[in-house]
């Protein structure tokens, strides 16, 4: 089954393009079933283009899903129109009323800042308690993860001496997990951060599992399995240029960077680089998805119920 977004939100063009079936809101309309609801609370600067990654990603499963878009009403982005804004997304004040089977928070351009000093993270921590009883399954990715993750279980993130950058081998900890069916004992993913955290915090929380690690630059995702949590520490959805696009922004903005690791042919950044995670971002996706398909309520309104009443 397709994936349900607006019918001129730009990412349907793009995805239409690339194969992925996407389903317009007046058709979908038709169908006599309940969709799943997606939210997805967009943190990125370039909005337009996390918003195709992700939805390319959600697009891909056997299950109609509606993709809501959030924003934080306290912080006005500068790399994205106004009008963008406007049409297609919400403020978590206008959807607090909801009830979601999944809710993605992306990553944020924040991260060398103390996680109290950000403009809204007082927004941001009660959008994770409120994601307690009202969203059935989280997804927090890259930043958004690290800062759940210290809101819920006080885990620090570190400053790195330089930018974890590039394509780095990963290790899968638990072949067991629904959410890591299909994986590869060992495969690639993309980091991008200047902040890390660290093994021994995350073994430490025995309410957590570490589901995927990497030797070189640490931990990728873990799990809080009670509240059916997914903390993804790296860019698992990038596309094939995203990489490219933040070496060639950063160096011609003068800042200090190296080439990304594994990820151009021969560490030329002349050439083209080549995709090496694809199949595994789609996996975690899709395991994600049929696990909140298979344990959602199908009434909408009882997500939350069971953790009010206990």
Not at 37 to 53: D, F, H, S, V, Y
Not at 75 to 99: A, C, D, G, M
Not at 121 to 142: A, G, K, Q
Request: hydrophobic residues 40%; glycine residues 6%; charged residues 25%.
């Amino acid at each position: 089954m397709p994936i349900r977004i607006p019918d001129t939100l730009p990412a349907a063009e793009t995805l239409t393009r690339e194969g992925v079936a996407v389903m317009r809101e007046t058709d979908a309309v038709r169908q006599d079933i309940r969709p799943l609801q997606i939210g997805l609370l967009n943190l990125m600067p370039n909005k337009i283009r996390t918003e195709a990654q992700l939805a390319r990603l959600i697009g891909a499963t056997p299950l109609q899903v509606e993709l809501t878009l959030v924003r934080v009403g306290g912080h006005t982005p500068k790399n994205t129109p106004q009008e963008h804004l406007i049409s297609f997304y919400q403020t978590w004040e206008e959807i607090r009323e909801r009830k979601f089977d999944g809710f993605i928070v992306t990553g944020a351009p924040v991260e060398q800042m103390a996680f109290e000093d950000v403009t809204y993270w007082t927004e941001l921590t009660r959008i994770f308690d409120w994601m307690r009883t009202n969203v059935h399954s989280p997804l927090y990715i890259c930043w958004g993860a690290m800062a759940a993750a210290y809101h819920f279980h006080a885990i620090p993130k570190y400053p790195l001496g330089s930018k974890a950058f590039g394509v780095f081998r990963h290790r899968n900890l638990d072949p067991a997990s629904a959410y890591l069916a299909g994986f590869s004992d060992d495969f690639q993913v993309p980091v991008s951060r200047w902040t890390e955290v660290r093994r021994e915090d995350v073994l430490a929380r025995p309410e957590l599992k570490l589901l995927i690690d990497s030797g070189t630059v640490g931990p990728c995702l873990i799990e809080h399995a009670p509240s059916r949590s997914l903390f993804m520490f790296n860019h698992i959805e990038y596309d094939s240029l995203s990489l490219k696009e933040e070496f060639d922004r950063d160096r011609a903005a003068g800042k200090p960077i190296h080439v990304p690791h594994n990820y151009f042919s021969g560490d030329d950044p002349s050439t083209q680089p080549l995709n090496r995670w694809r199949s595994h971002a789609h996996l975690l996706f899709g395991n994600w998805i049929n696990q909140t398909y298979q344990t959602a309520p199908y009434q909408l309104e009882d997500i939350g119920r069971l953790a009010a009443e206990t």
